[in-house]
């Protein structure tokens, strides 16, 4: 049973059930809209797959005490449960940097390993804010190699602007950082072990970040004019 948690006498932060699919078209409308303002990162979600989560005790809701909503964040589960993702935190902006997608990241990653004690939790991400929140619970970067194999996993990164990328460079390169908590690491307190420090690497993961952007997006933009230089002497 996951308890309900108050934060900062302003917000409840609890697993969504039924009396939240009022909410699920807000959430996407947040989603899309993110996503465009960002030039990046968060796959579209249909109200009908958010409400899905909601009814499978699947995702997490963040309102204020008076029941606006405020944030959100789902799980899904991965070959046969031996993965799990935490997906598609979006907080309304108004509310940003208030705290609360810690606590959302933090009750989704509750959530799961209450109901996948086995399975790694995984994420991907272009934001340091969310790298910031997933080492602090344990995550450590990853290769996109060690994520799902499953078809299914990647399908979800179709309705990305950045898709073309990860599809380029057969899964291997994209302007995500893939993450992933194992929870073998952290069975034995004799073999505990130490969370990324993200504040301690921050400035050169950001540096990275900012390089590899540049690298990804020149050869997709490189890419693009290139077939449109072969078009333009298919018509001549």
């Not at 308890?3 to 699920?24: C, F, G, K, R």
């Not at 997608?101 to 989704?108: E, V």
Request: charged share 30%.
């Amino acid at each position: 049973m996951i308890t309900p948690e108050i934060v900062n006498d302003q917000y409840m932060v609890q697993v969504a059930s039924e009396n939240h699919l009022q909410l699920a078209e807000t959430i996407c409308r947040e989603m899309e809209e993110s996503a465009k303002a960002r030039g990046t990162g968060i796959a579209k979600r249909s109200p009908i797959y958010v409400m899905e989560k909601m009814l499978e005790g699947k995702a997490i809701v963040a309102t204020t005490l008076a029941g606006e909503w405020v944030g959100f964040c789902y799980i899904e589960t991965w070959e046969h449960g031996k993965f799990v993702a935490n997906s598609g935190l979006i907080v309304r902006p108004e509310h940003r940097k208030s705290g609360i997608a810690t606590r959302i990241k933090a009750k989704a990653f509750e959530l799961s390993r209450s109901r996948f004690p086995n399975a790694k939790i995984i994420g991907i991400t272009t934001s340091l804010a969310v790298m910031k929140i997933n080492s602090d619970l344990g995550y450590q970067p990853v290769t996109l190699s060690e994520l799902p194999g499953d078809e299914a996993f990647w399908k979800g990164c179709q309705t990305c602007a950045n898709f073309d990328i990860l599809t380029r460079t057969n899964r291997k390169h994209c302007l995500c950082t893939g993450m992933l908590y194992d929870p073998e690491e952290h069975k034995k307190p004799e073999q505990k072990t130490e969370n990324w420090n993200f504040l301690k690497e921050s400035k050169l993961y950001e540096r990275w970040m900012r390089i590899k952007e540049r690298i990804l997006l020149r050869l997709q933009h490189d890419r693009s004019r290139s077939r449109k230089t072969e078009r333009e002497l298919e018509t001549a």
